[in-house]
């Protein structure tokens, strides 16, 4: 029978599904290897052929380590709570929960149907209370934990509290708020319950504080910098605003030293790793502190306001963290964050105007557009000054967006002539350029690292840069002004969202502070709500929940009506996908987050495919996650993804009709093919790329996709109606979107899978080309014609195969292991279409030959493949557990070589004679072939010149 595809594929995936094929053990003598995807968030329009491309990378591999010999692990979950469920859910009324159900029947329908060898008995969902709950209980742990620099880990928080009930606060290095206080034992024990949580919270490694964030008012929520773009926000376009808030945050930064360090020990790409030690920032400079010009009392830290000349309790000057200090003689502005916490006070009432439209216009931006924005020179004066700290120059004080809050202390010392942005701030408002080193004509980039000396100042005068730098520390450390600082750039990660799907934070609030339930009371379930809107008095969703409070144990159990508010903020997106893979080593697991037992044998991600785009959310939160559970006993490895690899993205191909706009301007229902439009004055319409094959126009289905066009006329060419075509980003709004279940009804899942990675390197963004997988699909009949005979009938012989055959055998056995191990898929499937046409061309049908074949293209094409290992009389088993064929290289030796034979010049035949025939062996074989002597016509020849291993020619 010829190649039925859809038959095999629903017969096999039936099979995989009743037998568990791809179960794994947590118990296997087998090496293990642990192939993970990033998991998806399931949304309502299902998958497109985009999306499956680095699935069918991931079980490529991961069906080959199992034929090599290990134990495998190749689960699948779902990203499950999130913003789109959400906004569907206020839009309909509808609960998330039922929209994602329906949306993850849709994803598991299709991701079964492409024949995926995951694990499904593993399956996860982040918004499932059994999951959450391990989220919540991870969260809890954090928040009894705090980062003890001199041991470079995280602790209980109950090992600080005993130092402060014996030491105090002395002794103590410690990743923490500024604002710790200091105090003896004994000040300690006297401090109330709640001035002790009030201090602790300053070391917790999850925390509340007020911070600046991305508001969408539209969405009612908190936006992280990577959701927002240009001021709006991603999903929705909706304006987005700086904005301060009590928030949920995570001391990533604890982490930062380590975060860095970690990547010199993975295998990622290394793009990716040089993302992320850029958002990490790491820098060594020094900490310096300006004084405010009006001090009230400077032993004090006290202040007096510009404005109104008040004692505000508030530092007597502005610190700045800087990587030059040497150039602190060059200082001539001070630039401060609009959100800093000093810019109120320091705004004198002539300036507060322009301060206060300063600020609003700034809110409009998201903290990546202002980074990124280097050209514009916008700011406003404060009307305060500080002081040189060394030479007692007066600067003044400004703001500007490029100065973030968060980075560093939220302000930065201007020096024009060494800094190209603060020199077009300086030129755009009129400020003072002064010269540091003995360069003329400075305008921009002057770098005493690289030439001239310092000017300016006598006691670097002359020095070299590491030199003055040092001699620069040393006098602020003197005059107790400044010191040497290693710097961060990222910041807390903010650990909150104003919204209703996601996982409740497991936190109630008593005195004001916020206290955690007990673990047996975990999961905190989330609430019924009649609607997903923040309350008519602005709290978010949780808000509306009735009945929704917190009691504790003691208060029940003496019938006390006692009770507190629970946390009305969710965890963030990426709060369940921070630890996921953990829970696939033991996802039954109903006492903890996996045992102790599962987490030994599979101990970390071996193989980690995933989008580049999540380099420094997902995948650094991830890494910051992995390290406090070792910090805690409950991970193994310091990094949870050995290797990653980024897959590529695979690109829309748009097709286009031509509307024919009349001599009015006005467009016509008459369409104008491709090759015409020169002749024409057209306009472009994308058109649907299901009604186009190979860019010809179906145009009984245009006419039928849209009313407006079931009367629309053709200007064709060679009869047929040709579009255009132009590549770009697949999205429904370009009508370029290909559904896989159309292509696997039409050609099957294997043809899918095989022409997905036949389109290029993994690695690399393709476009996505339909007109192509006609070819795959033909080579799979051809493959599927090597077992049959001419009426179809399945006919495999059990002869011992030839040198040639063994030959093409071994070729391809070896091509495809290389090129799995490398990761290079796209080569494999040229290489099987050379291997079956060899074997066509040899009417190749030899057992030992063809059941080998099977096992090496079963990872690409695993429908056809357990097929035909069935109809080869492996009935019992599956060929997932098949041994990989062992490459032999002998057969690759060439121990024959074809002889051209030329006659006075002119090749006229070939002879295949051993390679080990001497030269005269050679002629005298070459002399008695029946073709030679076909050609000598019974002459003797004059000369016959043997060159071994090349060719004979014989002169007549």
Known sequence: MDYQFKDIEKKWQQFWADNNTFRADNNSSKPKYYVLDMFPYPSGAGLHVGHPLGYIASDIFARYKRNKGFNVLHPMGYDSFGLPAEQYAIQTGQHPSLTTEANINTYRRQLDQIGFSFDWSREVRTSSPDYYKWTQWIFMQLFNSWYNKAAEKAESIDSLVAHFESNGSAGIVAVSDEDTLAFTADEWKAFSEKAKQEELLKYRLTYLRESTVNWCAALGTVLANDEVKDGFSERGGYPVEQKKMMQWSMRITAYAERLLQGLDKIDWPEPLKEMQRNWIGKSVGASVKFPLEEV??????????????????????????????????????????????????????????????????????????????????????????????????????????????????????????????????????????IQIIDIQNIETEADPTKEGKYVNSDFINGLGYKEATAAVVAKLEEVGLGKAKVNFRMRDAIFGRQRYWGEPVPVYFKDGLPQLIQESELPLLLPEIDKYLPTETGEPPLGRATDWSYQSQESRDENQDETYSYELSTMPGWAGSSWYWYRYMDADNNTEFASEKAIEYWKDVDLYIGGSEHATGHLLYSRFWNKFLKDIGKAIEEEPFKKLINQGMIQGRSNFVYRLIDAEGRGTNTFVSHGLIKEHKTSPIHVDVNIVENDILNINKFKAWREDFADAEFILENGKYICGVEVEKMSKSKFNVVNPDDLIERYGADTLRMYEMFLGPLEQSKPWNTNGIEGVFKFLRKFWRLFHDANWNFTVSNDAPTKAELKALHKIIKKVEEDIERFSFNTSVSSFMIAVNELTDLKCNKRAILENLVIVLAPYAPHIAEELWSLLGNAEGTISTATYPKFQPEYLVEDEFAYPISFNGKVRTNISLPLTMEAADVEAAVLAHADVQKHLDGKAPKKVIVVKGRIVNVVV
């Not at 003689?329 to 810019?343: M, Q, R, T, Y």
């Not at 609003?360 to 931006?365: E, P």
């Not at 007066?394 to 201007?414: E, F, N, Q, R, S």
């Open 296 to 433: 009230l009392d400077a032993s004090e830290g006290a202040g007096i306001s510009p404005a109104t000349g008040t004692d505000t309790g508030t530092p007597s000057y502005i610190e700045v963290f800087t990587t030059r200090v040497d150039t602190i003689f060059g200082v001539s502005f001070l630039v401060i964050a609009p959100e800093h916490e000093l810019v109120a006070e320091l705004t004198t009432a002539e300036q507060k105007a322009d301060i206060d439209a300063y600020i609003a216009q700034t809110k409009k931006k998201s903290e990546l557009d202002r980074m990124a924005d280097t050209k514009t020179v916008s700011g406003a004066f404060t009307g305060s000054y500080v002081t040189n700290p060394l030479n007692g120059d007066k600067i003044p004080v400004w703001i500007a967006d490029y100065v973030l809050a968060g980075y560093g202390t939220g302000a930065v010392m201007a020096v024009p002539s060494g800094d190209q942005r603060d020199y077009l701030f300086a030129k755009h408002f009129d400020l003072p350029i």
